[in-house]
Each structure stands twice: as structure tokens, then as C-alpha cells.
């Protein structure tokens, strides 16, 4: 009887070990199914285009924002849960305006983290001014679509999701930026990331700029 309840408890063990191989071993496949990650973002808007510089043009004509479009490949089925592809895209830009008339776009700029360069110093005519400076005067507006308020925590926890707007769980992101009369004749830049798989298991991201001018 004791070998039998002995042998009872080593089969029950075999099987629990083995159980938890299989789980520690599991295998997350490659985000996406073809393989190869890619990502294509055009501005989507009438009389757009892209010249022989890599410059994307497009005109004012009236409308206060022009369109960033984009093609995302479709994920392993291993990251779409009930039809929905865990996918993100962030939009940011260089370009500023402040509605006192003031626009202005930051050098050096480093997008997908403002935390980063709170301490920047941003030439605005003869005047020098911190990122941190102008939202005490003015809360600036990024054309992608957020801003900075004198109560923007710059070193939180959060602060990195705070300096950029978000498209999530399509193949097909669009994002309005906005625009008007002042800016034409400007060059501004757009900054996008494309993030597949935003769960569990390996994610890739890919980054695009677009340089836009504004006719």
C-alpha cells in the first residue's frame, strides 16, 4: 500500500513539473504575421504631395488641421484578442502655437519624451524662454494635439504618455493636426511611432518622421 500511494504521488509530481515547463516555456511568436513589421504615414489631405526633397507639401485653404494617415501590417494572431490588434501609434511634432500670435518650433528637438528635456532652452525672437517658462505664460499647443499647462507635471510617472496624442487598435491610424493662416510658408516636422503588440510577449516599434511645409 505505501509503495502504491509512493508511486501515486511521483506520477502526480511528473505531471505538475511538467506542467509548469510547458508554461514557463511558452513561446511568444513574432508580432506580426508576415514576419516584417512595417508601417507606411502620409498626409492625407487635398493637393497634398511629396516632392523630389522628401518634403511633404500641403496648402491652408480654410479647414484648421491637415491629416497624418497610415498603414500598419497585420499582427500574429497571437496578439489580436476578439478581433482587435493590439497595436498604438503616437503622433508628436516640433511645432508650437501659442494664441497671443506666437508660434515657434523647438530645436533639437526629442520626441515620445518631454521629461527628457524639460531644462531646453527655446529661442523666441530675442527673448530666451524653458519649455517650463512658457506654459506658466502662455500653455502652449502642440499641433499634434496636447499642451502644456502650468500644472503639466514634467517628472511624474505618467509624464511620458502626456507629450503626445494616440491612435490605438486599427491597421488604418489617422490623426488631425492642426493649422492655420500663421503658419503658412512654415516647416514643420511630425514624429510618429508604431508600436505592434502592446501586451505581453515581443513588441516592435517604428519610428517616422515626416517633413511637412506648409504652402
Given at each position: 500500500?505505501?509503495?502504491?500511494?509512493?508511486?501515486?504521488?511521483l506520477?502526480?509530481?511528473v505531471?505538475?513539473?511538467?506542467?509548469?515547463?510547458?508554461?514557463?516555456?511558452?513561446?511568444?511568436?513574432?508580432?506580426?504575421?508576415?514576419?516584417?513589421?512595417d508601417?507606411?504615414f502620409?498626409?492625407?489631405?487635398?493637393n497634398?504631395?511629396?516632392?523630389?526633397?522628401?518634403?511633404w507639401?500641403?496648402?491652408?485653404?480654410?479647414?484648421?488641421?491637415?491629416t497624418?494617415?497610415?498603414?500598419?501590417?497585420?499582427?500574429?494572431?497571437?496578439y489580436?484578442?476578439?478581433?482587435?490588434?493590439?497595436?498604438?501609434?503616437?503622433?508628436?511634432?516640433?511645432?508650437?502655437?501659442?494664441?497671443?500670435?506666437?508660434?515657434?518650433?523647438?530645436?533639437?528637438?526629442?520626441?515620445?519624451?518631454?521629461?527628457?528635456q524639460?531644462?531646453?532652452?527655446?529661442?523666441v525672437?530675442?527673448?530666451?524662454y524653458?519649455?517650463?517658462?512658457?506654459?506658466?505664460?502662455?500653455?502652449?499647443?502642440?499641433?499634434?494635439?496636447?499642451?502644456?499647462?502650468?500644472?503639466t507635471?514634467?517628472?511624474?510617472?505618467?509624464?511620458?504618455?502626456?507629450?503626445a496624442?494616440?491612435?490605438?487598435?486599427?491597421?488604418k491610424?489617422?490623426?488631425q493636426?492642426?493649422?492655420?493662416?500663421?503658419?503658412?510658408?512654415d516647416?514643420?516636422?511630425?514624429?510618429?511611432?508604431?508600436t505592434?503588440?502592446?501586451?505581453l510577449?515581443?513588441?516592435?516599434?517604428?519610428?517616422?518622421?515626416?517633413?511637412?511645409i506648409?504652402?
Amino acid at each position: 500500500m505505501f509503495n502504491y500511494i509512493k508511486s501515486f504521488l511521483l506520477i502526480i509530481s511528473v505531471i505538475f513539473l511538467s506542467s509548469c515547463e510547458k508554461e514557463l516555456d511558452y513561446y511568444y511568436p513574432y508580432p506580426c504575421a508576415d514576419a516584417s513589421c512595417d508601417s507606411v504615414f502620409y498626409i492625407d489631405q487635398v493637393n497634398a504631395y511629396l516632392d523630389d526633397n522628401g518634403y511633404w507639401h500641403t496648402e491652408f485653404f480654410g479647414p484648421r488641421y491637415f491629416t497624418v494617415a497610415g498603414k500598419l501590417d497585420q499582427l500574429d494572431d497571437e496578439y489580436v484578442v476578439n478581433e482587435v490588434p493590439l497595436v498604438e501609434v503616437a503622433y508628436d511634432s516640433n511645432y508650437w502655437v501659442a494664441f497671443d500670435d506666437l508660434s515657434f518650433t523647438v530645436p533639437l528637438y526629442s520626441p515620445f519624451g518631454l521629461s527628457s528635456q524639460y531644462g531646453t532652452r527655446i529661442p523666441v525672437a530675442e527673448t530666451t524662454y524653458n519649455i517650463g517658462e512658457i506654459a506658466q505664460l502662455m500653455e502652449p499647443l502642440n499641433i499634434a494635439g496636447y499642451q502644456i499647462t502650468k500644472n503639466t507635471c514634467f517628472d511624474c510617472p505618467y509624464s511620458d504618455r502626456l507629450f503626445a496624442t494616440y491612435s490605438k487598435y486599427t491597421y488604418k491610424p489617422r490623426q488631425q493636426f492642426y493649422l492655420d493662416n500663421r503658419m503658412v510658408g512654415d516647416t514643420l516636422e511630425v514624429y510618429v511611432k508604431a508600436t505592434f503588440n502592446t501586451d505581453l510577449g515581443e513588441s516592435v516599434e517604428m519610428n517616422h518622421t515626416l517633413k511637412v511645409i506648409i504652402d
